[in-house]
Every structure is written in C-alpha cells, then in structure tokens.
C-alpha cells in the first residue's frame, strides 16, 4: 500500500523560512518522479518543485532561487526547503509521487499541509 504523509507545515511570518516533508512508504520511491503541489484558496492546485528519480529538478517561475526540492531514497523522503516566504506562498501543500511500470501510470497524493504566511 503506497502512503505519502507530509508534515512540517505551519505558520511563518513573511520573509521566513519552513521545510516540508513528504515521508513515503512502499518499495516505489527511488523509481518515483516526486513533486510538490499547492493550492491556495479559490485557486487550482499548481506544481511548485519536482525531482526525477535521476535527481534532476524543476521549479516554477515564482520559486526559483527560493525554494529547493531534495530527496534523501535511503529515507524514502522527499523535502521541500521553501526561503524567503511571501503571504502569497500561503496554500495547502500536496506531495505527489507517480511513476510507469510495464506501461502503466501509477500516480498517488498525501494529504496536504497546510502553509500560512502572515504577520
């Protein structure tokens, strides 16, 4: 059974600083693509970080430089170090594991964290 659960959300005043966890459970993760999904209120859930199971990264535009997704396969676990916070990071945050197999597309969520930025 495949569990992605996050933690380390919280509240943080603008300018600080929060690292987000995704632990993984099953025997997936190091063939598993990761990514870090938000969404704020009103608005549709938009990726912020990936890291291929090579390692490799994407960012979007408005967290470049800011953030930094890192994945420790020893732990199954995958961080999201998110500097510099502004209010308009504030979301809930979902971890998102998918990989193919034999042709098929496994594809799976963790709960959300929520990240509040405010003063």
């Known amino acids: 059974q495949v569990q992605l659960v996050e933690s380390g959300g919280g509240l943080v005043q603008p300018g600080g600083s929060l690292r987000l966890s995704c632990a993984a459970s099953g025997s997936f993760f190091s063939i598993a693509d990761m990514g870090w999904y938000r969404q704020a209120a009103g608005s549709q859930r938009e990726l912020v970080a990936s890291?291929?199971?090579?390692?490799?990264?994407t960012y979007a535009d408005s967290v470049k430089g800011l953030f930094t997704i890192s994945r420790d396969n020893a732990k199954n676990t995958v961080y999201l170090q998110m500097n510099s916070l502004k209010p308009e990071d504030t979301a809930v945050y979902y971890c998102?594991?998918?990989?193919?197999?034999?042709?098929?597309?496994?594809?799976?969520w963790g709960q959300g964290t929520q990240v509040t930025v405010s003063s």
């Open positions: 998102n594991a998918h990989w193919v197999v034999l042709g098929g597309r496994y594809d799976y």
């Open positions: 890291i291929n199971s090579g390692g490799r990264t």
